[in-house]
């Protein structure tokens, strides 16, 4: 396969995956903040922690830098529509079709229809409509969009190399929002009960109800809440959230199964069937996901979730450099 | 309501009709298929096609749309229909043509006895734009240059088949030829049988044995072809990607590929993949920065001498657009003559060359009856269509041509043949040109029986291109005559169509009928 | 004479560039006037080298894919130079510049008579013609052109650095001084307005072996000959007698031994000694260095 081509499926899967990933994060943090019955929403100063969103985004900067006002007004054009946020919703998006549209010839047609009537659909919305229809419709559209994209992947692309492309992709991108969502929410939840009462730091204990709120906040984004309560009985603690969404080999979202999927993709394109990595990618992506199925949740909290979380981050990084050296440049 | 109720021919050349209501023989089983067709139900096939187009990605992109938007190229049902004997006589002609001019090239970048000869001027030949003396003493593969070439066609008031220009460099619209078909076999499947028209859809088949037959030596077992292409932003776009996908080949950008040692590789997943043969979709000037504008990223460094040590094989070579400038175009007919002894064929449109000092002052005098064109330019852009230009506009012309003689040429207007195009609930007649496809392969030179009919929509336009408001028409060349009782009997055709229908089996079963036919000359 | 060059070429890129690719054009002719001996070319980082031939001479290239921040090109020429009086080729026959007005000739030679983006045949070229035809009335080819050779180094100064490869010709007439390239580009658009054949050299010029100490060479009318500290250019006009001489206005000579040609062309576009594309965007530093000597007299 091209390397052009494997490296614009490679990003379609990214692109689309941020996006839905995107809306996921915004809509639960907007819901769950009216839910808590927080006043001010369109007050000067919000007090929804938009700021947590910012840094899991990455995108602080480009906020402050566009906008005076800390509104949700602001801050809904920012994550949906800014072209001046490089990780905008809009923009994924586009840029998705924009690598779609250079490899029609290899993907099925209706794959490039579904990213394409999506996009000309989210350009017709704006922060006002947003506003007035609720954002929850129109988060998820994006998500329902991401959605067909992948049903109709699914359901008409060859059992090919193409496919393996869009799924790394897809994957490297999941897991790493996942560790960056996690490591955000973490570093937000926990000061605020360790704030209350110093003395009674109990890092894998429950905090109050507004935490309790939160940690549920935090599963819903990546729609984990229902199937948390199936698995874990013992209510909302950290240390079974880290567990979940960090751990656990079955949760689509966790980054265990993300970097897993993500090295068998590799193997298949390799041709490798032994255990031991035939390429960098493998090596890189195998010795994480090592560390990922012999880490106890307990562990990682006491030794720092933080540096955990930070180290799963720069090495989603390092993955992607390396199945670039590899695979991709052109 | 007949849909050709009231269809006038006026003082033009009619492809359907003799007269009003008399259509010639060859198009008389159409006519009687369509005569009592409603307009309703031709609009209402019309629009099936048109969504069919549209579902399969028929498309142009505009330019300088954002948002993407991509539009149909027009089509009109109604087919134009050719002869058997007419088409043999194009046939005949054009490879003709296409044989002398390969001669020409080969000649022109090599020992130029012609131009010793002075039979051309030589400052017409090395003060063209796309004359490219860099490749000069070049060996090409098999001597070929023009491997695809897509020569314009039209026919003045009394018929008679003339070429407008020739396209030797990357001639587009074969795409619409294969598609526009299908949607035809759709859309009238029964009138194919009885009118026994000759299949084109071995034309990729043909090409993509053309092209494996380039391999350098010790590659042609299974030799790697692509498709090279400017990109998702070139207009021709969709073309490519159709033709890479029909062909079974990668469709690259200069980016997918470098020289390594004088070797063209393509970067895979798997690491560097040889590439042996290319045909090119990119113009000479972007195709090598090493060799040719250095500011290009379309091209791939190193290509050219690549080529020029035959490790790799371009399609079509390189510097052809010599042959195919407008000026060189009045010389066609002597370089016929000066390398086959023979008389063209198919003639040109008369020309009068701005360079020559006597047709100078005749074309500066009727600005008004003549056609102007700029030598190197294409698509209709650097055009005066004098008598309909506007006083202003002939001035700016007289002054461009002033500055710059060699650079432009004139024509008398001539009155294109008109074919029946649908409009709103009838037909009308618009003026029409022909855009046949050869390929010019080792052994021999195939001319695809069909080609690209452009139909100027615009009621009065003589301009076809796509890109001023121009559609395309299905071409069927018929594999036999028409019966001489058919022009008077049109109440046999029943008959006629099961007589033609036997005949006509062994055509449609045979997948490459015209590689029997070849032959250069 | 036996003449030796030793050609270096180097680029220095502050950053590392890959997949160049380079054309040279360096290896000597050989013709009635010469003779190249031995040739070598290398390069550092060390690469395959390819060729093909063309009438106007030799081209080499080669590619470096890997990242590099210099490339060193090494061309050694061994030149055997036969023409010690260049005169005996010159027709001193009166009123031969007719030949130039026959359609044949202009249609022969029409890449040598037209204009380029470097050689404009602009107006204001015209009054160096005049100023050497009102010195004389012979309508002699040759004296012609040696007299604008003469007329053409009177007029301009020699001064390295004062243009670069880019400079229009417009400029140098507006300057009064630059380069052998600049001279050699007037040159021909002097001769092509007047209808006389004329091509762009590419070359090297041997000016005296340089002894350890700083000592100029003086040609024998006392003046130091220029060009031997890089590559040297002039022009060749073909003469009626179907000869293409060489003339060098930078000089003020006419072309001889002490002079090897590489390669002719339309102008200094066609005979670019080194000419290469790169990726990586990084602007380069450039150092040349020729050494021209003579191994007859140090056999001697």
């Known amino acids: 396969m091209l390397s052009r081509d494997a490296d614009a499926c490679f990003w379609i899967g990214r692109y689309v995956e941020r996006a839905e990933a995107t809306a996921r994060m915004v809509d639960v943090h907007y819901h769950a903040a009216l839910e808590s019955g927080l006043p001010g929403i369109e007050g000067a100063d919000s007090p929804m922690r938009w700021d947590s969103l910012l840094a899991i985004s990455h995108t602080a900067e480009e906020f402050y830098k566009h906008y005076d006002v800390y509104s949700d007004r602001n801050f809904l054009h920012h994550f949906a529509f800014d072209t001046e946020n490089p990780n905008s919703i809009l923009v994924s998006w586009s840029r998705a079709r924009e690598n779609a549209r250079s490899i029609r010839e290899q993907i099925a047609s209706e794959m490039w229809e579904a990213i394409n009537i999506s996009y000309l659909q989210f350009r017709d919305w ?74 009674s730091v109990e890092p894998l204990g429950v905090g109050s109800t507004m935490d309790m709120h939160g940690w549920i906040a935090v599963l819903k984004s990546v729609s984990a809440f229902e199937m948390y309560r199936k698995i874990y009985r013992g209510g909302i603690l950290p240390a079974s959230v880290v567990d979940f969404l960090v751990l656990h080999p079955q949760f689509p979202a966790s980054v265990n199964h993300c970097v897993k999927r993500v090295e068998g993709c590799l193997k298949r394109i390799s041709g490798n069937s032994s255990s031991a990595p035939s390429t960098e990618p493998e090596r890189v992506v195998g010795r994480l996901v090592a560390d990922l199925t012999y880490s106890r949740p307990e562990e990682i909290i006491l030794e720092g979730l933080h540096e955990f979380l930070d180290g799963v981050q720069v090495r989603c990084i390092e993955i992607g450099n390396a199945i670039t050296r590899t695979y991709l440049s052109y | 309501m007949s849909l050709f109720h009231g269809y006038e021919t006026e003082s033009f050349y009619d492809e359907m009709f003799e007269a009003p209501g008399t259509p010639r023989p060859h198009y008389q089983k159409l006519y009687t298929r369509l005569r009592d067709m409603s307009a309703e139900d031709f609009r209402k096939r019309t629009q099936l096609a048109d969504r069919a187009l549209i579902q399969q990605g028929i498309t142009f992109a505009v330019y300088g749309d954002e948002k993407g938007t991509e539009k149909p190229f027009p089509f009109d049902l109604l087919p134009r229909i ?136 010790g590659r042609e077992a299974n030799p790697n072809v692509v498709l090279l292409t400017p990109g998702v932003y070139n207009s021709a776009y969709f073309e490519h990607s159709f033709l890479a996908q029909q062909l079974g080949i990668e469709l690259v950008e200069g980016r997918d590929l470098f020289c390594d040692d004088n070797i063209v590789y393509m970067k895979t997943t798997r690491g560097p993949q040889r590439v042996d043969v290319i045909y090119r979709r990119v113009d000479d000037d972007f195709l090598d920065p090493l060799t040719f504008r250095s500011d290009s990223v379309l091209g791939v460094s190193g290509l050219v001498n690549a080529y020029r040590a035959g490790n790799v094989a371009l399609a079509n070579s390189i510097g052809t657009g010599v042959a195919d400038d407008k000026v060189i175009y009045a010389y066609v007919p002597r370089i016929i003559e000066y390398y086959l002894g023979e008389k063209a064929l198919i003639q040109n449109v008369d020309t009068y060359l701005a360079s020559n000092p006597q047709d100078y002052k005749y074309i500066l005098e009727n600005l008004d009856k003549l056609v102007v ?48 195009a ?40 003589y301009v076809v291109n796509s890109s001023q408001g121009g559609g395309s028409k299905d071409t069927w060349v018929l594999a036999n005559e028409p019966h001489p009782l058919s022009q008077t009997m049109g109440g046999m055709s029943q008959t006629m169509g099961e007589g033609t229908m036997m005949q006509s089996l062994p055509q449609s079963t045979n997948p490459n009928p015209t590689l029997e036919q070849g032959g250069a000359q | 004479m036996r003449l030796r060059v030793k050609h270096t070429t180097q680029y220095t890129y502050s950053q590392p560039i890959k997949d160049a690719h380079t054309e040279v054009r360096l290896f000597p002719h050989s013709d009635s006037v010469q003779t190249c001996l031995d040739y070598r070319l290398a390069t550092q980082p060390t690469a395959n080298l390819f060729h093909y031939d063309l009438p106007s001479g030799r081209v080499h290239h080669f590619n470096i894919r890997p990242p590099h921040t210099s490339q060193v090109i090494l061309s050694e020429a061994v030149v055997l130079t036969h023409l010690q009086n260049p005169f005996v080729r010159l027709p001193l026959v009166d009123n031969d510049l007719s030949f130039y007005t026959q359609p044949e000739v202009q249609q022969r030679y029409i890449e040598y008579l037209a204009e380029t983006k470097r050689v404009p045949l602009s107006a204001q070229v015209a009054p160096f013609a005049e100023a050497v035809h009102s010195q004389s009335e012979s309508g002699n080819t040759a004296c012609f052109l040696t007299q604008l050779t003469r007329h053409l180094h009177a007029s301009f100064d020699y001064v390295p650095g004062a243009t670069h490869v880019h400079t229009h010709l417009e400029e140098f007439l507006e300057l009064r001084r630059g380069v052998c390239q600049d001279f050699a580009h007037l040159f021909l658009a002097i001769c092509r307005r007047e209808g006389i054949p004329a091509r762009y050299v590419s070359g090297y010029i041997y000016t005296g072996n340089k002894p350890s100490t700083e000592e100029y060479i003086y040609h024998e009318e006392g003046r130091n000959l220029v060009g031997d500290d890089a590559t040297h250019a002039w022009a060749e006009c073909l003469l009626p007698n179907g000869v293409w001489a060489g003339f060098d206005p930078t000089n003020n000579l006419v072309v001889n031994d002490h002079y090897i040609k590489v390669h002719d062309g339309r102008d200094y576009s066609d005979v670019t000694p080194v000419r290469g594309v790169y990726s990586g965007g990084e602007a380069s530093v450039l150092d040349v260095r020729v050494q021209v000597t003579c191994e007859d007299r140090q056999a001697s």
């Not at chain 2, 098999?142 to 070439?149: K, T, W």
């Not at chain 2, 432009?408 to 043949?417: G, V």
């Not at chain 2, 392969?441 to 695809?448: M, V």
């Open chain 2, 373 to 420: 064109k700029a030598a190197n330019e294409s698509g209709g852009y650097g055009m005066l269509m004098g008598p309909q230009a506007t006083q202003q506009k002939r001035e700016e012309f007289a002054e461009q041509i002033k500055a710059n003689p060699r650079n432009y040429i004139a024509q008398p207007l001539i009155s294109l043949s008109r074919a029946p």
């Open chain 1, 126 to 199: 704006d922060v006002d409509r947003i506003l007035a229809e609720g954002p929850h419709a129109f988060f998820n559209r994006v998500k329902n969009a991401s959605h067909l994209f992948q049903g109709i992947l699914n359901r008409t692309l060859l059992m090919s190399e193409t496919r393996d492309w869009l799924d790394i992709g897809r994957f490297l991108e999941r897991g790493d929002q996942t560790a960056r969502l996690l490591d955000v929410k973490y570093h937000d939840l926990l000061p605020a009960y360790q704030e209350e009462d110093a003395e």
């Open chain 2, 82 to 217: 050719i002869p058997a004997r007419e088409w043999e006589f194009l046939e005949r002609g054009l490879k003709q043509r296409l044989t002398a001019l390969n001669l020409f090239l080969h000649d022109i970048y090599h020992d130029q006895k012609i131009l010793n000869d002075g039979v051309v001027p030589r400052e017409l030949v090395v003060g063209a734009v796309n004359y490219r003396p860099q490749f000069r003493y070049a060996d090409p593969p098999g001597g070929i240059y023009v491997h695809i070439c897509g020569s314009d066609l039209i026919r003045d008031v009394d018929g008679t088949y003339r070429v407008l220009e020739d396209n030797l460099r990357t001639p587009s619209g074969v795409s619409y030829v294969l598609e526009n078909r299908i949607i035809l076999t759709r859309t009238f499947p029964s009138l194919f049988r009885d009118l026994a028209v000759r299949p084109v859809d071995h034309y990729t088949t043909q090409l993509l044995a053309n092209l494996c037959e380039l391999a350098p030596a």
């Open chain 2, 422 to 461: 649908f409009v709103e609930n009838h037909c009308e007649g618009r003026h029409i040109d022909l855009r046949p496809y050869l390929l010019f392969g080792k052994e021999s030179i195939t001319l695809i029986p069909g080609a690209l009919t452009r139909v100027a929509l615009r009621k009065g336009s």
